[in-house]
């Protein structure tokens, strides 16, 4: 696109609108920047080993009373739980390395793939309970982005209930796949594949900026195969996955900006695309976007395609 004309574009599948406007970059700020990913030091951090090997673990990578590499636990604070009928569900706490000075980009690729295992296999298991209708695996890094705590960790959000949006997506899908014959993600990875928002790709996994991108920087990863969801991926795919996911995840911390990253599940929807967004958090909402509901994104996804690409 221009490198300076505004252009509103359309989900690929959603009623959702962006208006890519890349002048509003150049406004004046007189707002202090917020730092994405420093930690405070000398505090008491609830998931460092001494203080949370006490806690009652769902599953444990590495050994189970010390030196542990990845653990999952119950958050003690869920909004939503199976002893409240009126907000039926489940949150676990995956505290992603015992190091409390570490991000997730700063581990090792095979750990990262093993973290990826993990969140499987609790898909598995939280999927048993058959009143479950939606799995959200998320990672909040940096305050602006919703994180409480520093320690590298990311959570899994299940409920009953299915938030309309994701019924209404899962309706589109279906809708698109009757009237081509296809995945309307497999079409995109296939279009985004020879475009210019194309950041990197091997013969498992692709990563791209969406062409309607709401956040700035915004970049998805994807299986080349139509997989359902994230319990199918194989372990070449994890490896793949990694790989792409840590090197994003150091561009994004050079930037100093907050992010979030999320895979979505609709359990009676066996037929979705499994995807990862990432988006960063470099702006904030503000009147337009509340009052409208139409997003307007200062940073052109080819301009954070070409970003990501650099030292790729």
């Known amino acids: ?14 009623e959702k609108y962006v208006i890519i406007a890349p002048k509003r970059g150049l406004r004046s700020r007189d707002l202090a920047k917020e730092a994405g990913h420093e930690k405070p030091s000398n505090i008491t951090c609830v998931f460092c080993p001494a203080n949370i090997d006490a806690s009652p673990a769902l599953r444990v990578l590495g050994s189970r009373r010390k030196n542990w590499l990845i653990k999952v636990v119950k958050n003690k604070f869920p909004a939503v739980s199976t002893n409240n009928p009126r907000a039926y569900g489940l949150q676990e706490v995956v505290i992603e390395t ?15 793939a093993a973290l990826l295992k993990i969140y499987a296999e609790r898909t598995i298991e939280i999927s048993k309970n058959k009143r479950i209708q939606y799995i959200l695996i998320f990672k909040n890094d940096g305050g602006r982005a919703g994180a409480s705590l520093h320690h590298a960790h990311s959570q899994i959000f299940a409920t009953e209930f299915l938030p309309p949006h994701l019924f209404d997506k899962s309706i589109k899908m279906l809708e698109y796949k009757l009237k081509h014959g296809r995945c309307v993600y497999c079409d995109v990875i296939n279009k985004e594949q020879r475009g ?41 795919e994890r490896k793949s996955w990694a790989i792409i996911l840590k090197r994003l995840l150091k561009k994004i911390s050079a930037l100093n900006l907050p992010y979030n990253y999320y895979f979505h599940e609709v359990i009676f929807d066996t037929n979705q695309h499994l995807y990862m967004k990432i988006t960063p958090r470099g702006s904030v909402w503000a009147g337009v976007e509340i009052g409208s509901g139409i997003i307007i994104n200062p940073i052109a996804p080819e301009d954070a395609a070409r970003y990501y690409r650099r030292g790729l």
């Open 1 to 14: 696109m221009s490198s300076n004309k505004s252009e509103i574009r359309k989900d690929y599948i959603q």
């Open 98 to 112: 015992p190091d409390h000075r570490r991000e997730l980009e700063d581990l090792p690729i095979s750990r990262i």
């Open 196 to 236: 210019p928002r194309l950041v990197w790709e091997d013969k498992n996994v692709v990563a791209f900026t969406p062409y309607a991108s709401m956040h700035n920087y915004e970049v998805w990863i994807l299986p080349k195969r139509h997989l359902d969801n994230i319990t199918e991926l194989n372990d070449a």
